[in-house]
């Protein structure tokens, strides 16, 4: 074993070669291509036929002595990218049991973990990661994923090797790297804007381990095999009174924040105005006036001028009542135009919409600002019944469970509260809920299949792609909690996927207090009730937060998140944009027909209805990806 210099960070990598020792090269320019992950140093171990590197963004501990990859009790090496929150609970359980530390790094209490319990330390964890820890002895490489895949581990396997990174980009560097698209996973996106719902990824032969699963890779054998250590599913119903989830929310919610302010560096939040963002924001101010000691709290958020899209007045009311020191930035299409190439390869996969460059530029602002971490508020709207179309899942069950009265009244409150129509009153209405209520799933499938036609630049055919239907099957209408299940583990990926990407282009942590484990698993235990009732979305987080954060943020009905004028910016550039729509469609033939999406398009224009401007964005952003990684459709 050589080893070459130990660094620690959020880049991780490694190949296993099946007939020759791996070069220092190879990794080193495996490592070179997520430098913008970690900034503050790089390492690497070799291994003779394995290689192991890092790159590191020092959060925890910024001494070298807690630089990966990390060798410990001369037989573990570990490179990992992430954060495990509950590192000194942890520490102080381990010790007691005998184990000695010589850093201040939760890596080497996740070495010690791994020693202890084995694979099941993973149970232990409250955190987010992707790492890999090779056992000399055993011969194995333990690879791990946390619970809802926050962050990332893509990996590949040919005759001459496995390797494995914390971004796609790294493992195209490989000889006989897969330049090719997987054409399925490419129609999904294309047709439906399905992204990260699987171990797929849009490159033929490389993979993802999906959340809460473990991969054992075997260096005698030259065999993986890839295991899931976590299921939601598992943890059961509790029906409650709405009193006793909203304590529990507030103490887990709480306690999720206070361990995501553990860091040696800045930290900072993003501040859109939600609810979700805005609570964040004001937790954490009780927080540090609770600790009475001095404190600047610091928040970025991105702002329009457009009225439709401006969120000022929320944003405000926080920084009012917190005090906090507020740093805006303000995108456009022009900055959009000029820094796609760049903004589409960070991501590794093409954008389902311009709203995710939103987020980048906040993240570019707070590392201007000379923030490191910053926590952030996804991972909420899957979980408290945030989309609309929870309302229809409350309909159904209400309609499953007899409710009939009831029904009416949440209906009214609905159309009342946002000043519309949307669901109407009359009969046929009723009537389509009672069936996707009460018809058999079998049926359900038979009817739709039967049902599927065109959709926009998209044939039949295409729509019907399996993977697509699979897709959907998962969002059950008839069983709340698979429902929110498929929210979770299906919708909210591609957001973890573009927050990840975004954040680490700026060599900053993102953290998400709305995926502690012990909150994911309290809320996904209540009834949906005391999610959605009485037309308002996130019930028992606007009760939990009432008297925290300002009764104009409790009580909104509006949402927006960083959203981004998208559909203005297409209305004011028809003819430029028909020429960019016309270049891609060429680019990603034979998945799009030319004729087929000009013709939709000319259709758009002539309306004036840009509703479907999130088609055209993936269209564009898929053929830019293909350039950019020379992908071959």
């Known amino acids: ?252 919610f709480f306690d999720a924040v206070r361990l995501r302010l553990r860091s040696d560096v800045p930290v900072g939040s993003c501040l859109s105005g939600g609810l979700d963002s805005s609570a964040i924001v004001c937790v954490i101010n009780r927080l540090l006036c609770e600790s009475g000691e001095p404190f600047e709290q610091h928040v970025v958020s991105a702002c329009f001028d457009e009225p439709q899209y401006d969120e000022r007045v929320y944003m405000d009311a926080v920084l009012a009542q917190t005090g906090a020191i507020s740093h805006r930035t303000f995108p456009d299409v022009t900055q959009v135009l000029e820094e796609l190439d760049n903004f589409t390869w960070h991501m590794d996969e093409p954008l389902t919409s311009t709203s995710h460059y939103a987020q980048w530029c906040v993240y570019r602002e707070a590392h201007a600002q000379g923030l490191t971490v910053m926590l952030d508020g996804q991972g909420s709207d899957e979980q408290l019944a945030g989309y609309t179309e929870f309302f229809e899942l409350m309909f159904i069950e209400l309609i499953r469970n007899f409710r009939f009265l009831r029904l009416e009244r949440e209906i009214k409150l609905f159309n009342e509260r946002r000043k519309t129509a949307f669901y109407a009153s009359g009969p046929r209405f009723r009537m389509e809920l009672l069936m996707r209520a009460f018809t058999p799933d079998f049926i359900k499938q038979i009817r739709r299949k039967r049902q599927i036609t065109s959709v926009g630049p998209y044939s039949a055919e295409q729509v019907r792609n399996p993977e697509i239907q699979s897709f959907r099957d998962c969002f059950d209408f008839k069983r709340p909690r698979r429902f929110i299940h498929a929210n979770l583990y299906r919708t909210l990926m591609a957001l973890l996927h573009y927050g990840d990407r975004n954040s680490m282009a700026f060599s900053i942590e993102s953290r998400l207090p709305f995926l502690d484990y012990r909150l994911v698993e309290t809320l996904f235990a209540m009834p949906l009730s005391h999610k959605i009732r009485y037309g308002l979305t996130k019930r028992v987080m606007r009760e939990a937060m009432r008297g925290v954060m300002p009764d104009l943020i409790t009580d909104r009905q509006s949402k927006l998140g960083f959203s981004t004028p998208e559909e203005e910016w297409m209305r004011q550039n028809p003819v430029q944009l028909r020429a960019l729509l016309e270049r891609s469609a060429k680019r990603l033939s034979p998945l799009i027909d030319c004729a087929r999406t000009l013709a939709w398009y000319d259709e758009i224009v002539r309306t004036s209805s840009f509703r479907e401007c999130h088609v055209i964005c993936r269209i564009v952003s898929a053929a830019r990806w293909a350039d950019i990684f020379q992908v071959e459709i």
């Open 1 to 252: 074993m050589a080893a070459l210099e130990e660094h620690n960070m959020c880049g991780i990598c490694g190949i296993f070669r099946v007939t020759q020792d791996v070069q220092e090269s190879e990794i080193r320019a495996m490592m070179d291509a997520v430098a913008h992950r970690g900034p503050d140093g790089g390492g690497c171990m070799l291994f003779g036929q394995l290689g192991l590197g890092h790159r590191r963004l020092s959060i925890l501990d910024l001494s070298e002595t807690a630089f990966q990859p990390m060798r410990y009790l001369d037989r573990y090496t570990i490179t990992y990218n992430g954060e495990v929150y509950n590192y000194i609970e942890l520490r102080a359980e381990l010790a007691s049991l005998g184990y000695t530390f010589a850093t201040d790094s939760d890596t080497e209490v996740l070495l010690a973990a791994y020693d202890h319990w084995g694979e099941d330390c993973v149970n232990h964890f409250n955190g987010m990661w992707g790492f890999c820890i090779y056992d000399e002895q055993a011969q194995t490489l333990f690879c791990s994923r946390d619970r809802f895949g926050v962050k990332p581990f893509y990996y590949t396997k040919c005759e001459a090797y496995f390797a494995f990174g914390s971004e796609i980009k790294q493992l195209l560097l490989l000889e006989n790297a897969p330049h090719r698209a997987d054409r399925d996973a490419l129609t999904a996106f294309l047709v439906a804007a399905q992204l990260d719902y699987s171990a797929r990824t849009m490159f033929e032969n490389i993979r993802q381990l999906e959340p809460g699963t473990n991969l054992i890779f075997d260096l005698k054998a030259n065999t993986y095999r890839v295991s899931r250590w976590y299921d939601l599913m598992r943890i059961p119903a509790k029906h409650m009174p709405f009193s006793e989830s909203v304590a529990a929310f507030r103490e887990r």
